[in-house]
Every structure is written in structure tokens, then in C-alpha cells.
């Protein structure tokens, strides 16, 4: 079967990152970018599934900038078969990003789509599950584990209180959680090889689709400074301090 | 304008981010109304109509919403949210589950994991794994937000007097079914709902030495959390993951043992009251957020404690 995996480009994970002075937004200039961690593992399901023989062919789909190309020729080296890249370049909210994913969904008619369960820039925790309303799909969200079984597909899912599974009707949509799988690196040579491989481009307008928002962000600010704490010499002092300073024990 | 507001629970009983979920409806201002979708799910329904500010409580009882499978509870609060001005649920995996499929559906964008109300179109929100706090605002005609629980104080869940009142809409997409679940057994409080939160870290080293943190726990009356790399090694269940993708916690004490503080971690702790860190590394990064921080080996120091209190 084929398969769809949408991955995004954000702000790498480790980057500490900064308000902008006048809380339009976070400072993104000369940031270190990256393909969104739970998108690696997304692609590395879908890797996965081919290694086992029930994916026939990955297609890999990213809506942003065309900086984020980068992070399709990433993926087409950890052994996706080709690329589209829906290019904007406004940031655009979730409902506008599910909305082009069914256009490409539509236009590519995959069995299964994968994507991460969130972006950690905007952490909405959205596409997925609006994608599968949008197409009509089932969804398995903040997936564990993934078992295809002729045209159901068994999900196990993160659930607050510890797993739960459910069986999905094929075409269906995964979102993945960070237990499903440890993403490999690419390989030098794979990397060589991902720029041989097909990458298209289009616009929202091609697409037929519009992205106007309901949204407004006001503005962004960073979050109130904790005051400054103390360190103490020992476990005594510190059941001292928790219970007459703080008073919280 | 009124509010619908999504129930939590397990048919049996509602869940406590209800009540937090609840309060960020009050402060939007209007009639706050209670969906309580499920199977046998009587006892919710009484409990959520004792719920203070909570004018009337809708029940759709039925097998289809047994486990609240979104392929079948999002077309049922599509059908209801035409009516009200905005449709919030907690920000628990249920909640994240279904909304945004709600939203789709009604063609508007979601605001996710709020932490305050501005006003009734404009709400605050963590972004960046919570590293900025964003104002946004919604010209949606149907605004549905998920709330997150620690930013809200929870309403009585006792003292209101709402009407009950069946829902008698059943819609079965037929696209999914529930298989089975595993759900972590533990005496402990639960994770989000405590007052105080005990975590471990990679410096715990194994799962067994967990114990040390349980006999702490058990005499502080708290829950036991943990990092991602404590649950990553396999010393933990998941569920108990604290941070950016695990859960969300503001107890009025935190203690965070033989955890460095990476930022996915600070995520799903920093807004809590009291912050305590034990690692015998100064330089980590927990010191930074830490009120009270002891610089020692954890195999002493947690012992040590247990026995102090």
C-alpha cells in the first residue's frame, strides 16, 4: 500500500529559543532548523512498513517555506521514494495544513497517512486528527504501536491513564507518539542518493485551497521568570525550609 | 451565548480536569453546559449536574460513545456545537483526540491548551514548549479550545443543581472499534490532580530503585512522575512521563530526583508552586528553576528524607 507522511520543519529541539523584543513572535533568525521530532519517527513507521513489505511506496509531504525542502531530502534519505512540498511562506495554522494534506491526500490516494502527533513550535497537537475528519478517515492518535492486518489496521494508543487499542478501517490516519520507534540516522550514501530522487512543489493555489484564518496571534511574550532559589547544605534543611518556609509539607 | 463543555471521565466517574475545564467556561461567561457522552454512564451524568456554574448537563448514552472513539463522539458535538458559542473539553488525551476532529469539522481552528481567558474571543496559550506564552485571538463563530488543567482552578464539584437532559442522537461511523485497554494501576493520587508530585530521572538507574521515591511519596500523601529518560530506559510506564509530551503538572510542590531539567521536561513542571531538585550534578539545569535544591548523591539523600518526614 502506499503511504502518506506529512513532516514539518521547526525550530530545532534543543534550541533555547527567544522572544522578539516587540512579542510579534519568537526570534527564528539563525535559528538551527529541523524535521520536527515526531515526524523522524512518523517516517521511520513508514520505513518500517516497507522493510516489511506491507508499503509499497513512501511519499513524503511538508507544507512550508522552501527552506523546508531540507527536511524532504531528509526524509528521502531515510528511504521515502519521493517528495512533495506544498510552499508557502506564511506560517500557517492547522486547520490550513490539513486542509492542503487532503488536497495531496486526494491527489495521491494513500492507504495509511502518518504524521507526528505534534509540532513542538506551535505544540497544537491538530493536523492529524483534523486531516482524518477532513478525509473521512479513522484516526489513531498518539500511536505506540502499529499492525496492519489485511485492510485493518490495529493501533495502540498513549492514553493518560496507560494503552489503549483500537482497530481502524483502512484508508486510515496515524498520528505517532515518541514510544513507537527510534528513528535511524541516514546514511552518507542515502543522503547522495535523496538528491537524485523526485521532489515537486506546489502552491496552495494549484492545490485549490485557501488558508485564511480564523486565528489572530496578538502577541507573544516569554513566560514569567521564576524568583531565583536557594541551595541547601542538607536533606535536614531542606524539610526544614519545605515546611516552615514554604509550608508546603 | 453558551458553552459546551466536553466531560471527562470513564463512565463511572467524571474526572477531576473537568471541574478545571468548568472554570475556564465560567470566566468566558454564559450558560455553562455538561456533555456527557459514554455507556452506562448514569452515575456521571448525576455527578456532572452537582458540578457548581453548571446549568445543565446533555447525556448520550449509548455503546457507540462507550470509549468515546472520535470517529463517532466528533459528528455528535458537531451536531450540538452549531448551537453555542464555544466548545471547550480538557486537555487530556481524550480531549486532544477528539476536538480538533470537531473542529475540522465545523470548519474552524482550534485553540489548544489554554491557560487563561483575556476575554471571550481572546485566550493565552504556551507555545514553544511552553519557553513563550502566546495571546491569540478567534473571529470563529464556534470557538473550540482545549483547556489546560493547571491553569485553571477547579469549580466545587458539589453545591450546583443542573437539569439533565438526554441526547438522543446516536452516530456510528462504523470506521473503528475499541479493542482493549491496560490501564496502570496505582494507589499514588493521580498525576495531574496532585498537590505533590515526586520524579525520578535517569540518575535513578534502574526501576527498582523507583521504590525509594514510592516510600517518599507515600508518606507525602503524593504522585509519582517521571522523565523521559526514565521511561525511555524502561524503568517507569509511560503514563507517568512528566513534560512537553507526557503530562502536565502544577502541584504546590514538585521534586524532581536525579532529573538534569532539559526543556521538554521544565515543560511540564515549571509552573508548579514549590520546586525541589536532589542531583549531585550543580551545574544541571533543574538548579535554574529550582527553589530549594540539594546537591547530593540521591541514593542518601532520598532516604535520608524519607526518614525526616
Partial sequence: ????????????????????????????????????????????????????????????????????????????????????????????????????????????????????????????????????????????????????????????????????????????????????????????PNIMKAKKKPLDVVTPDALGVSTASTVKTLKVEAPAARSAGIKVKSVAELVEKLKNEAKVI | MAILVIAEHNNSALAAATLNTVAA??????????????????????????????????????????????????PLVVELGKGYSHVLAPATSNGKNVLPRVAALLDVEQISEIVKVVSADTFQRPIYAGNAIATVQSSAAVKVITVRATGFDAVAATGGSASIEAIATVSDAGISAFVSEELAKSERPELTGAKIVVSGGRGMQNGDNFQLLYAVADKLGAAVGASRAAVDAGFVPNDMQVGQTGKIVAPQLYVAVGISGAIQHLAGMKDSKVIVAINKDEEAPIFQVADYGLVADLFEAVPELERAL
Fill in chain 1, 1 to 188: 500500500m502506499k503511504v502518506l507522511v506529512a513532516v514539518k520543519r521547526v525550530v530545532d529541539y534543543n534550541v533555547k529559543v527567544r522572544v522578539k523584543a516587540d512579542n510579534s513572535g519568537v526570534d527564528l533568525a539563525n535559528v538551527k532548523m529541523a524535521m520536527n521530532p515526531f515526524c523522524e519517527i512518523a517516517v521511520e513507521e513508514a520505513v518500517r512498513l516497507k522493510e516489511k513489505g506491507i508499503a509499497t511506496e513512501i511519499v513524503v509531504v511538508s507544507v512550508g517555506p522552501a527552506t523546508a525542502q531540507e527536511q524532504l531530502r531528509t526524509a528521502l534519505a531515510l528511504g521515502a521514494d519521493r517528495a512533495v512540498l506544498v510552499e508557502t511562506a506564511e506560517e500557517l495554522g492547522s486547520l490550513a495544513v490539513a486542509k492542503l494534506l487532503k488536497a495531496v491526500v486526494d491527489k495521491e490516494q494513500p492507504q495509511l497517512v502518518i504524521l507526528g502527533k505534534q509540532a513542538i513550535d506551535s505544540d497544537n497537537n491538530q493536523t492529524g486528527q483534523m486531516l482524518a475528519a477532513l478525509s473521512g478517515f479513522a484516526q489513531g492518535t498518539f500511536a505506540s504501536k502499529v499492525e496492519v492486518t489485511g485492510d485493518q489496521l490495529n493501533v495502540t494508543r498513549e492514553i493518560d491513564g496507560g494503552l489503549q487499542t483500537v482497530a481502524l478501517k483502512l484508508p486510515a490516519i496515524v498520528t505517532t507518539d515518541l514510544r513507537l520507534n527510534e528513528p535511524r540516522y541516514a546514511s552518507l
Fill in chain 2, 25 to 74: 467556561a465560567a470566566q468566558i461567561g454564559g450558560d455553562v453546559h455538561l456533555l456527557v457522552a459514554g455507556a452506562g454512564c448514569a452515575a456521571v451524568a448525576e455527578a456532572a449536574a452537582q458540578v457548581a456554574s453548571v446549568a445543565k448537563v446533555l447525556v448520550a448514552d449509548h455503546t457507540v460513545y462507550a470509549h468515546q472513539l472520535p470517529e463517532n463522539l466528533a
